[in-house]
């Protein structure tokens, strides 16, 4: 949705009081500030983009609105009165609520028992069959597709975040908090859900706090933007327009983003080579990446892509077919041989396969590698935190880290390792703009020294600036190989189950149609 200058001004000139003003609220973590004199004011009928690098504080200012966390200083009034939540029950009954970055759903039940496990209106109490025809209907007003009896444990990474919209939009709230809404959603269902959210702020009068590191998403659907760096406000709060996305992105991380080199593969032998694959929703999937060359996976999330990265990565047994690295089997190895094979990984999930939470920054960039687990390398941990721009000590545990400084620990690890494969799944969730253009970079390097990188994303932007040739998974089929020069319109329709495997195209197809945005995911031009 495209917002008009009538929009705009109607909703931030309507003279209301803020609902939301938080007054010099800082919070420390020992003697580290996540927020340092935060200042800010939310009003009825906009929508307020909060923008910053990783670590830059934006998600414990919505842990304190959510009723997450407390500050160590400043105050926060909602309605011009003291707002102090204890619970995010409190933040509920007080008419606000937060869609985390991490989900906080409970694994073990289904979509509709999630939803009414967060009621916390007895009135709105009813059958799980009830539950599940109300999901339902919310979800098609929104235009998802989601199983209301599925285990939610079974879901995929896009389907549980789409679900944590449902739940929190099921709150009717006055104030919505959005921490990275979109991250794992299309281009398509981006849209539809910023078109959602502008209507709650334009026809309902709701307040809403977007936080997004796709800088189009701020064009598209904030009324006023706020910029946050280490813990401080950087920029005044102003109106959208008044700011680039190259001037906003700057701001963010202290100097202009870097822009992505990518030079024309030279590829070699075939080192990753998946044929005829079934396993989960994959059906008959075949896959090569050589020597030399980045191979992108585009698609939405639950389209078969985990099924496909854990057979890979030797964490799935194949239905049928094989998947080998330079002739020899993955399926079903041990983690610790299929390092010891080369292979490099970057999971979609990093807390389930990729972190220990207790463990300290050190311990989890010594994963995996035998001869830091001998001789641990204090000075090695700490060179990579540094080049990798991690905000946490090498002592700090892991689980202390923002989600974006967690993804950046993994791939100090993961890129640190000398591989023959890197196997990346959406290695970018979550980062900041500079970030990641660093992780982008990187893997473009890493496949020009002699590596095979085989990159899933479901940001289409983002594959369609770094892969030399890229495969489409829909419903568990995997349509490809395009060469560039990439038909994005095409790439898009396939995504979303227009084009069938009969008209998908054929192997080493390459489509003489421009690219309209493929630079940074449209954030930083």
Sequence with gaps: MTRTSDETSDHAAEGDAPIISVENVSRWFGDVAALDGVSLDVRRGEVLAVLGENGAGKTTLMRILGGLDSPNGGRVLLRGRPYAPRSPKDAVHAGIALVHQHFALVPTMT????????????????????????????????????????????????????????????????????????????????????????RLAIEQNKAVILITHRLREVTAAADRVVVLRTGKVVSPEAAVGDRSPADLAAEM????????????????DVVLDVRNLSVGKVRNASIEVRRGELVGVAGVDGNGQVELELAICGLLEAEEGTVTLEGASLIGVHPRRRIRMGVAYLPSDRYARALIGPMTCEENLRLGRTQWRLTPDPEGASTLLTKWTVKGERSHPAGSLSGGNAQKLV?????????????????????????ASMVRQASIDFARDGGAVLFVSADLDEILETADRLYVASDGHFHGPFNRPFDRARIGRIMAGVDGPSTAGVAGEGVQTAVADQSTGGEAH
């Design 411 to 435: 791939a100090a690890r993961e890129f640190g390792q000398d591989t023959k494969l890197l196997v990346a799944c959406q290695p970018t969730r979550g980062l900041d703009p500079g970030a």
């Design 111 to 198: 979509a509709a028992e999630n939803i009414l496990l967060f009621r916390s209106d007895p009135e709105r109490r009813c059958s799980r069959a009830e539950a599940a025809r109300q999901l339902a209907a919310e979800a098609a007003e929104l235009g998802f597709t989601i199983d209301p009896t599925a285990v939610v444990g079974e879901l995929s990474v896009g389907e549980q975040q789409r679900l944590e919209l449902l739940r929190a939009l099921d709150a009717a709230p006055e104030v919505l908090l959005l921490d990275e809404p979109t991250a794992v959603l299309t281009d398509d269902e981006a849209t539809a859900l910023l078109d959602v959210v502008r």
């Design 253 to 268: 991380v202290g100097s202009e983003v870097a822009s992505i080199h990518r030079d024309d593969p030279t590829p070699g």
